[in-house]
């Protein structure tokens, strides 16, 4: 919120303050944070007062200064990301080409229809949190091979040998943005594979899948294509990744907005006004009969995410977690006319 880059060395001394490692991610600062302020606040520690007044101050500033360092190298990582080129290895896990269904192989390709994964599932896509499993090979007989005729110039031979296992499946990641997540959507891939042609060849086939995202999926929803992969590799499965959102954190079926106000409009009332998931609408919210203290949530029913296995009215809560702008320095006079103010409601 306007305040200037730390340095290295300043920025060691906050992750002490919130008694953290270094290492430590968001999630970890938020949930140190919460704890330090409720053990350190003012009213709680009346017999040391002015020691937890001023610990108070500095675990705001620490808290403040380090999850903006943190997010900035969350959009510096995502940036990187961007720009880093695809690999070339057909073994490696590369990024998934999205595209329209017109780029056709020059050999053959195919294009698969649309399937809505939950009324016409066809007997070729199965949705599962697991591989589908193997077939077991009949086990291997330490027995010779029978020769049933020792008078034909060309004996039949009945081998015992096992069966062919089905190969392991290729996965891949399917990123999704939130609103994505949130509204459903179509993921139009292109796949490669390698097949064997009438020629005895092995040539490069591509293939548009279309994959229906239903409202609601979560991060690991698996959906698998059945014999799509190469001769080697029989499955194709994708998993849900879910890209990080800029203001809103997931958890389950909620979802968390971040909300900074100054210290004077957490203790004299504000009215703010809340985006919703999609940017398209917003709340205006109103808090002038209460006091925001840290730790302070809210929360609005019905405007998380939906529930897939529910009707689509049924949604998730948003929940807004306040975060208090506490002034870094007073001046005596500044000092002398909080306490005159708030000495009879300590």
């Known amino acids: 919120m306007g305040e200037s880059t730390k340095s290295p060395s300043s920025a060691s001394k906050y992750y002490g303050i919130l008694e953290i490692p270094k290492s430590a991610s968001l999630k970890d600062i938020c949930k140190a944070y919460k704890h330090l302020v409720k053990k350190w606040h003012p009213d709680r520690n009346r017999s040391n007062q002015a020691e937890a007044a001023d610990k108070f101050r500095s675990i705001n500033e620490a808290y403040r200064v380090l999850s903006k360092k943190k997010r900035e190298e969350a959009d510096l990582f995502r940036s990187d990301a961007a720009k880093t080129p695809k690999k070339n290895s057909r073994d490696e896990e590369d990024e998934l080409q999205i595209s329209s269904p017109t780029l056709l192989s020059r050999t053959t390709s195919r294009i698969s229809p649309a399937v809505d994964f939950y ?12 591989n589908s499993p193997t077939t077991p090979g009949t086990p291997v007989s330490d027995q010779p091979p029978i020769y049933l005729s020792k008078v034909a110039s060309k004996p039949i031979i009945f081998s015992q040998s096992t069966s062919r296992r089905k190969p392991q499946p290729i996965e891949k990641k399917l990123n999704c943005t939130l609103e994505e997540l949130c509204n459903g959507c179509v993921k139009k891939v292109i796949i490669t594979r390698d097949v064997v042609a009438t020629t005895g060849l092995i040539v490069k086939e591509e293939e548009v899948v279309t994959i229906m995202v239903k409202p609601g999926w979560k991060r ?5 294509f059945e014999g799509k992969g190469d001769e080697r590799a029989g499955d194709i499965i994708f998993s849900i990744d879910e890209k990080t959102h800029p203001l809103y954190k997931r958890e389950g079926d909620d979802l968390i907005l971040g909300v900074e ?12 006004t809340v985006p919703l998931l999609g940017g398209d609408k917003v709340m205006t919210m109103s808090f002038d009969d209460e006091i925001i203290h ?18 689509s009215t049924n949604r998730g ?7 208090i702008q506490f002034p870094l320095e007073l001046s ?15």
């Open 294 to 311: 840290p730790g302070y949530e809210k929360v609005i029913p019905g405007q998380g995410m939906p529930k897939p296995k529910q009707e």
């Open 317 to 323: 809560d948003l929940v807004l977690q306040f975060l």
């Open 261 to 272: 106000i100054p210290l004077v409009q957490a203790l004299t009332g504000c009215t703010i």
């Open 119 to 130: 009324t016409s599932m066809p007997a070729c896509f199965t949705m599962s949190g697991t």
């Open 332 to 346: 005596e006079e500044q000092k002398s006319e909080v306490v005159s103010i708030l000495e009879n409601h300590s």
């Open 220 to 224: 690991g929803t698996k959906i698998t």
